[in-house]
């Protein structure tokens, strides 16, 4: 493992301060989770491609049926959607990374260094917020050759850009909590397949309007939901939902889920690891 760190700066004693500490510890656990994606290129390429391949699936099998019930383009719809599922979806990477270097002795091992308790759940956080980016322009690029056009303005952009940044630390903090929580990646199992009725009981691949009340009442609640419909809105996309309290409120819940998730599981992630036993 390579262990280089970035420079630290010392008092005029010569010591160092805790924050400085803290970073660089935090820096080179990132630097160390980083040289995975050379070791498992394939895995992380897919990784990447994954959410194209979903949204190419639900354009070429119900599109055009959606798209005329929308009365617009469904592409148009899809696409904000697909990028806030992008940053949701890496929620099963994290936990099963996290699990494994627990069972493998490997976060064992870094609790025995004199080290930041901080530095291996926020390094952990800051590499997948760096592979969320690159799903995200990845995603983003293949919208524009697929033909979609956002009608937005820069601004609101950089607005969007946040709320799925927002989110995806949101899952990252959840993740990394049920990660160190869990005897070994194998027992993750039932969790992951929560994942997929979560993504699809919302509002990311078709108007939860569409829905059985009490079902689309669900979607909406669904934070997944809050953050896909701010993003159709800022982006100029089609602009449908439920009727329901969670959809006329979606912007706030857009930034409230995500926060509400911060505010539980990142204290709690890292209470975690430091009480830990070997």
Request: proline residues 6%; aromatic residues 10%; glycine residues 10%.
């Amino acid at each position: 493992m390579n262990t280089s760190t970035t420079p630290i700066t010392t008092k005029p004693d010569g010591s160092t301060s805790p924050a400085a500490r803290a970073l660089a510890d935090t820096w080179t656990i990132t630097l160390r989770d980083l040289q995975h994606w050379r070791h498992m290129l394939g895995t992380r390429i897919f990784n990447w491609v994954w959410p194209i391949i979903l949204m190419t699936l639900f354009l070429g099998l119900m599109g055009g049926a959606l798209g005329y019930a929308l009365g617009g383009s469904y592409l148009n719809f899809v696409m904000p959607g697909v990028l806030a599922m992008t940053v949701f979806l890496g929620l099963e990477g994290t936990m099963a990374a996290v699990s494994q270097d627990s069972s493998r002795g490997v976060t064992d091992r870094f609790r025995s260094l004199p080290m930041s308790g901080i530095a291996v759940v926020g390094g952990r956080c800051i590499a997948d917020l760096l592979d969320s980016l690159v799903s995200l322009t990845v995603v983003f690029g293949a919208g524009l050759i697929f033909g979609w056009r956002p009608d937005t303005t820069g601004a609101e952009a950089l607005a969007v850009l946040g709320l799925l940044l927002l989110l995806r630390v949101a899952m990252l903090w959840t993740g990394i909590f049920v990660g160190l929580k869990a005897p070994t990646p194998e027992s993750l199992g039932p969790i992951n397949m929560l994942v997929w009725p979560i993504l699809f009981f919302s509002s990311v691949f078709v108007d939860t309007a569409t829905m059985p009340r009490w079902l689309g009442t669900i979607a909406d609640a669904n934070p997944l939901s809050a953050t896909a419909t701010t993003v159709r809105e800022l982006l100029g996309a089609p602009m449908t939902g439920g009727e329901t309290w969670f959809a006329e409120h979606a912007s706030t819940f857009a930034v409230v889920w995500p926060g509400l998730l911060i505010a539980i599981f990142l204290p709690l992630a890292v209470s975690t690891y430091r009480h830990l036993r070997s």
